[in-house]
């Protein structure tokens, strides 16, 4: 119950790893409000939560949208008076092509969704925040961030953007009491995960960033270091991209 009572914000969080981060902090007490694009899909995440210790709400938005943005994060805030935590979790792929080959139009909308979509939400989350002097910011980007993502250039340059922008707010506001961390996953049972291996059809050598050996993670696993990263244990991380693969990059160059 280290999150009783706490509001906590979470975007994207209608199936995958959003809805893993959801059901986790509201097991553990919290106050939840999170967003997606798929109100059939909300509406079933907030019945699953049934029973938790906490409470969950969804709210219709799109990420890509500000003036969307900011209407959620008015409304899951209480009208801008009340936040503790967010999850900036909000994010798309797209079917593998050599760089030069990526429609620009999925180009843009990648990075609307997966760097806009958190810029828009951490500019009305922070000043939230501020008001109380203390909150806890999570950025998801991927372990694409990391390293060059053949065959998923839009998708890997938007996750290193999204590591950069973690960082240079995190400098902002270290001294406001507002902690901002980014954690990365590596493959994880999702329905990305899915779709990304019914796109490249079989093919593994137009698969970015490897597998690691004990197979994709359970969301579930990973949504804990999310909340270790929210948490009061986490007092001192800031500015950091935490990297949870399975040990899959280990080996790699960052």
């Known amino acids: 119950m280290r999150f009783e009572a706490k509001r906590v914000i979470v975007t994207g969080g209608t199936s995958g790893f959003g809805e893993a981060i959801v059901k ?12 997606g694009l798929i109100d ?12 938790l210790s906490g409470t969950v709400q969804y709210h219709h938005a799109d990420v890509r949208e500000e003036s969307s943005v900011a ?9 801008g008076t009340r936040l503790d935590i967010a999850v900036n979790n909000a994010g ?3 079917t593998a092509a050599r760089f ?5 139009a999925m180009v843009e909308d990648v990075f609307r969704t997966n760097v806009m979509g958190i810029w828009f939400a951490m500019r009305h989350e922070i000043p939230v925040m501020l008001k109380s002097g203390t909150g806890a910011i999570v950025n998801t980007a991927s372990i694409l961030s990391r390293s060059g993502a053949e065959w998923m250039a839009a998708y890997g340059t938007s996750k290193h953007a999204v590591v950069g922008l ?3 707010a995190a400098l902002d506001y270290a001294d406001h009491g507002i902690r901002i961390n980014a954690v990365s996953p590596g493959p994880m049972l999702t329905p990305m995960f899915e779709r990304a291996l019914a796109d490249i059809g079989g093919d593994m050598s137009k698969f970015a960033g490897g597998l690691p050996k004990g197979g994709p993670a359970n969301p579930n696993d990973v949504a804990k270091t999310v909340l270790y990263l929210a948490s009061e244990e986490a007092g001192y991380m800031n500015g950091a991209n935490v990297i949870v ?9 960052a």
């Open 245 to 253: 693969d399975g040990g899959t990059s280990s080996g790699q160059h």
């Open 100 to 104: 030069a080959d990526q429609d620009m």
């Open 40 to 51: 059939t899909e909300g509406k079933r995440v907030m019945a699953d939560a049934e029973g």
């Open 71 to 79: 209407a959620f994060i008015h409304k899951a805030t209480d009208d």
């Open 92 to 94: 798309i792929s797209h």
């Open 166 to 168: 973690t960082k240079s």
């Open 24 to 35: 986790a902090f509201a097991a553990e007490g919290a106050d939840v409000h999170f967003c």
